[in-house]
């Protein structure tokens, strides 16, 4: 049985330090590597934390079946910029320079330019305090304002 112990972030470990998954941006899953793949299909990996939001992997072609279009997902980034004000209102402590930004990137999301803005520049509500914010969607900068 090859029990997942870790994990950092692209791949996940087994006890002897193989990595037994890579994480795949488009699909916002763990792939079994291909050498793994065998003991995947009989059962004989024990994934590792129950209460882990991506506890277990699937194969590439597993998830190429439930997400035929995913290769097609677009790429898109939020940059929010505070001034001092607003982070303080943010974070609810001082910031230390004039200005400061936070980055997200998404390529699992199916979302059209519109629904990117909407829903992605709105994450998490930072839009509120941000001075600014700017979305990226497959390279091209589609906003760039103060986004309300």
């Not at 997942?4 to 079994?32: M, S």
């Not at 209102?89 to 629904?115: I, N």
Request: negative net charge; hydrophobic residues 30%.
């Amino acid at each position: 049985m090859i029990r997942i112990v870790g994990w950092d972030g692209i791949n996940q470990f087994d006890e002897d330090g193989n990595a037994i998954t890579v994480w795949h941006k488009k699909y916002c899953a763990w792939v079994v590597l291909p050498e793994y793949e065998e003991a995947y299909k009989n059962g004989e990996i024990d994934w590792w934390g129950e209460d882990n939001d991506f506890p277990s992997g699937l194969t590439l072609e597993e998830l190429k079946k439930l997400y035929p279009n995913a290769e097609n997902y677009p790429d898109i980034t939020v940059i929010w910029t505070w001034d001092k004000d607003g982070y303080r209102k943010e974070f609810h402590e001082p910031l230390e320079t004039e200005t400061t930004s936070c980055c997200r990137s998404w390529e699992y999301l199916d979302y059209s330019k519109e629904e990117a803005i909407e829903r992605v520049g709105k994450y998490c509500d930072w839009n509120i305090t941000a001075f600014n914010t700017t979305v990226i969607y497959n390279g091209e900068t589609i906003f760039d304002g103060k986004l309300d």
